[in-house]
């Protein structure tokens, strides 16, 4: 058999093929060539064969057939099959092959050979490929090589010890003797290497940690770093007029670990980081690598103030820098510098605003993401104004963060109601269709709270859209508004803008194109359809138009709009009269502070932990040892004692409630059906918003009960049934005082089982007025919905005749029809 | 932490490849294309730093061929953008007119 090709040859013929089939068949050829080789235990050019595998293995082909014949070439004499056998060894086999164990063997003799390279190349493939079990019957002669005085092995076992560390953490403690006189050593390999184990036995173990920082080692490791510095220029080690930059960088990652959160550690190192990041040259690229070491070490440990303005100066300088590498390093590094040195990174402010227009993207992200973690109340409409550009300007994969975090800013600190709208505005014109589902509710709730801006919302929605209805977020906000407030489209009154005149029917023409429009989605059109009809009551002269328009929907596809103008069709017919009542203005939405689920109920101060992430008010400290009395007077473990909210509470409970019931703002809500004769339902168009018929106490009326009749001391409960929320019960408690003297500090608490819910809102006095002169009211709000029988167990404190009364009462007299 | 050190040429065949994590082989060479893909698509005057998945790249262009590395968040970019050089360097020391 003619000898085997060489591996020049080989990689020559691979080359000249010009196809990726030509070379496949290339390459099979010669596989099945070496297969065949192999089989006949060729021991002359197994070593070629096996290179050629090793090649033909990296370009992407399967070469496990080759694993015992690296295996064989181990154990040869041979240095030159040596060495492929273990390249192949470390290329091809890992712990997945169970091959691998027989190597042990093998490498343990050449741990121990006298060619010091060929115990190099065991140490190497022990290093790359050792599984646990090897590492541990091996690990002791790795320890005794690490302290030989060979610089070429002592290097390679320290490397070799970091692996065995990395598959066997126990082992770790073995090699700490080893490691004392490390850092003795003149020889830059075996320093070098001596610092990656120093720093993986303190990444690894807190005690290691301890104990290096005991042992002195930052002094070692400063003299190391200072004479790398000071010393001249050393042929060997130059790379660009710097000594040993690999090395610097090393040992000033060992002594940021070495320095986090310790003190003792930081201060002996202020010195030679100051000295770095003076002395080293930037004007080369290396420089500036280990001025961005040095500045991540100084932003990591306990640095003095001084030095740290040092590091963010540096930072700065960076940014100035043509190259962009750097300028990327540095926006980096201040990113994650801007929640530590706020003010310090704020000075930069300008040059990061200009990165924004940079032509790279990674640039421009790390930009985007500092410059929004810069915005403050000072400065926030010129970067509103940067970022706005940006905005318009940027990749789409950015517009969606970049949108979130301008309405996030915008939020927190908006100069003013009309900016804070405009910004909005902008925003939807320019990137609509990336913002988030959320910003068309939130921004309607914001229009509805800046109750003088309406008009000029509306016109400027109105001009928006005049032109072009495609964005869909802008379209629902825009029709919302023209819902709402077209009466104050049409009578032309705005102060902040020049007001423009529109009638009635150019109103109507843009909702009607929006409806029919093919862009429009289908969540769009039911605004549109909503807002036409709420414009029925707003205008005057063409209601009829109104009308046309919700008949033909009437018969529309989607399912949606049609049960809508059916809906509104009634209403035109038979419920006429209380048409103006029900699309009259929407009350202003109070804000909520939170953007998670909702629920009707606050427990303060109390267990409850499903309870929404609004803060307890103050007074919960002190209601909540009155609870403890509740619970322990009341005993059982099936109450749940509720304290009555303080005040401020109260608007933000009710927005709770509301927005839960509001649901999407879609104002579908819950499927209501056709309107039934007997009970006047209102619509789901409201939702619930309009206080007044919320709770509909013209529906069979509830017996009012009283509660308690003691000492003088009376309360009445009257109930109210909300309409929309069947679950929910509305007691309102009136307390009156028979005797001749006045209740002061009246306090009223109640507690439910536990299957309600409770909510108790502020009563309107705490003095109850001599003679039943007048009552303390205040309102409960049940939430029942497993419509169990309502029982309560009230407590109730006040002072009379100088002396503080309090007594306990349970109420079981609840009327059917308030909780069934 | 490396994760992988690649010399690939203009077209995309690779020259040199180490890994240093287990790839599959079959995912590896989806994994170089890529990678080249992504670096090809840069200018000149862009930065060398990419972002991908959950690594980075930092890749030099020598003539046809690039070099490039995946490196996780430890690790320093511009030391190891050094190391690039370093390492051209050497090659060009031992096997003269690389």
Not at chain 1, 494 to 517: A, G, M, W
Not at chain 1, 608 to 628: C, H, R, Y
Not at chain 2, 77 to 92: G, S, W
Request: glycine content about 4%; charged content about 20%.
């Amino acid at each position: 058999m003619p000898a085997p090709i060489r591996l020049r040859e080989l990689i020559r013929t691979i080359r000249t093929a010009r196809t990726q089939a030509e070379e496949r068949e290339m390459i099979q050829k010669e596989c099945a060539a070496i297969r065949s080789s192999f089989r006949e235990e060729d021991n002359t050019y197994r070593c070629r064969n096996v290179a050629k595998l090793l090649y033909m293995h990296m370009l992407g082909y399967p070469a496990h057939f080759g694993q015992l014949e690296c295996l064989k070439l181990i154990a040869s004499q041979k240095f030159t099959d040596k060495r492929i056998g273990y390249l192949g060894a470390m290329l091809l086999l890992d712990e997945r092959q169970d091959v691998h164990l027989l190597m042990t063997n093998c490498i343990k003799n050449d741990l121990n050979h006298s060619t010091q390279y060929v115990q190099g190349l065991a140490l190497c493939t022990l290093g790359c490929m050792g599984s646990s079990e090897m590492c541990r019957d091996l690990a002791g002669e790795v320890e005794k090589l690490l302290k030989t005085s060979n610089s070429y092995l002592r290097k390679k076992a320290a490397l070799c010890a970091v692996h065995v560390i990395r598959k066997v953490p126990e082992l770790m403690e073995m090699f700490l003797p080893a490691t004392k006189n490390l850092l003795n050593e003149k020889n830059h390999g075996v320093l070098h290497t001596s610092v990656v184990l120093l720093t993986e036995m303190c990444e690894r173990s807190p005690d290691m940690l301890a104990h290096f920082r005991k042992v002195n080692l930052v002094p070692q490791l400063v003299r190391i770093l200072k004479n790398l510095i000071m010393s001249g220029y050393s042929p060997e080690h130059d790379v660009s007029g710097i000594s040993d930059p690999f090395l610097q960088v090393r040992i000033l990652r060992l002594l940021r670990i070495l320095g986090r959160n310790d003190d003792d550690s930081s201060e002996a190192m202020n010195d030679i980081l100051a000295q770095v990041a003076t002395n080293t040259e930037t004007s080369k690229n290396v420089g500036n690598a280990i001025l961005y070491e040095t500045v991540l070490t100084i932003m990591d440990i306990k640095s003095e103030s001084g030095l740290r303005v040092l590091a963010i100066n540096i930072l700065g300088r960076f940014l100035l820098n043509n190259d962009k590498n750097i300028r990327y390093v540095a926006l980096t590094s201040l990113l994650k510098t801007v929640q530590t040195d706020h003010n310090a990174v704020q000075r930069h402010r300008s040059t990061i605003v200009d990165c924004l227009k940079d032509l790279d993207v990674s640039i421009k992200r790390r930009a985007m993401e500092l410059s929004f973690a810069l915005v403050n109340g000072n400065n926030v409409r010129g970067m509103m104004k940067e970022l706005l550009y940006f905005l318009d300007s940027c990749e789409p994969e950015f517009k969606a963060d970049c949108a979130s975090g301008i309405f996030l800013a915008a939020e927190k600190y908006a100069p003013s109601k009309r900016w804070h709208i405009d910004t909005i505005m902008r925003v939807l014109t320019t990137a609509g269709s990336y913002v988030r589902d959320d910003a068309v509710p939130n921004l309607i709730q914001l229009i509805t709270n800046s109750v003088e801006m309406h008009a000029y919302t509306v016109q400027r929605l109105y001009k928006a859209i005049l032109g072009d209805y495609s964005q869909q977020p802008l379209v629902q906000v825009a029709s919302w508004c023209i819902g709402e407030y077209g009466d104050l489209l049409v009578s032309g009154q705005c102060e902040e803008e020049e007001p423009i005149q529109v009638t009635e029917d150019e109103v109507l023409d843009i909702l009607e194109s929006v409806l029919i429009s093919n862009m429009s989605a289908s969540v769009t059109r039911g605004y549109a359809l909503t807002a036409i009809m709420k414009l029925s009551t707003r205008f005057t002269c063409t209601v009829n138009r109104i009308k046309k328009v919700v008949s033909i929907y009437g018969s529309s596809i989607d399912v949606e709009l049609q049960q809508r103008a059916v809906e509104y069709n009634a209403l035109f017919k038979k419920y006429d009269h209380m048409r103006p009542a029900l699309l009259e203005r929407m009350p202003v939405m109070e804000k909520v502070t939170t953007n998670g689920p909702t629920e009707i109920v606050q427990t303060n101060g109390e267990t409850e932990p499903a309870v929404l992430e609004t803060k307890p008010p103050p007074s919960g400290l002190q209601p909540a040892s009155q609870a403890n009395d509740l619970l322990d007077l009341l005993g059982g473990s099936d109450i749940t004692p509720v304290i009555p909210t303080a005040p401020t509470s109260k608007p933000a409970s009710a927005g709770g409630e509301l927005l839960d019931l509001l649901g999407d703002l879609n104002l579908t809500g819950s499927p209501v059906p056709a309107p039934a004769p007997q009970t006047a339902q209102p619509p789901f168009l409201l939702d619930g918003l309009s206080s007044q018929p919320l709770f509909n106490d013209t529906a069979a009326g509830i017996p009012s009960i009283t509660a308690y009749n003691k000492n003088g001391l009376k309360i009445d409960f009257t109930f109210e049934r909300s309409n929309t929320n069947p679950s929910v019960t509305v007691i309102t408690i009136q307390a009156s005082n028979s005797t001749e003297l006045d209740m002061t500090d009246f306090v009223f608490q109640a507690a439910v089982p536990k299957t309600f819910q409770l909510q108790l809102l502020s009563p309107s006095s705490s003095v109850i007025p001599a003679f039943n002169s007048g009552t303390i009211t205040q309102v409960i709000k049940v939430l029942n919905p497993q419509k169990q029988q309502l029982r309560m167990r009230i407590k109730l404190t006040y002072n009379h005749k100088g002396s503080a009364m309090q007594d306990l009462a349970e109420v079981n007299n609840f009327p059917p029809q308030s909780w069934q | 932490m490396i994760k992988f050190f690649l010399m690939v040429n203009k077209q995309g065949q690779t020259r040199l490849s180490r890994y240093y994590e287990h790839v599959e082989i079959n995912k590896r060479t989806m994994l170089e294309a890529e990678v080249i893909k992504k670096c090809l698509s840069r200018s000149k005057d862009q930065c060398s730093f990419i972002e991908y998945k959950d690594f980075k790249l930092v890749y030099r262009q020598y003539a046809a061929l690039f070099v490039v590395v995946g490196i996780n968040e430890t690790e320093n970019e511009m030391a190891v953008y050094e190391l690039i050089h370093n390492f051209v360097e050497v090659l060009d020391k031992y096997f003269s007119r690389v």
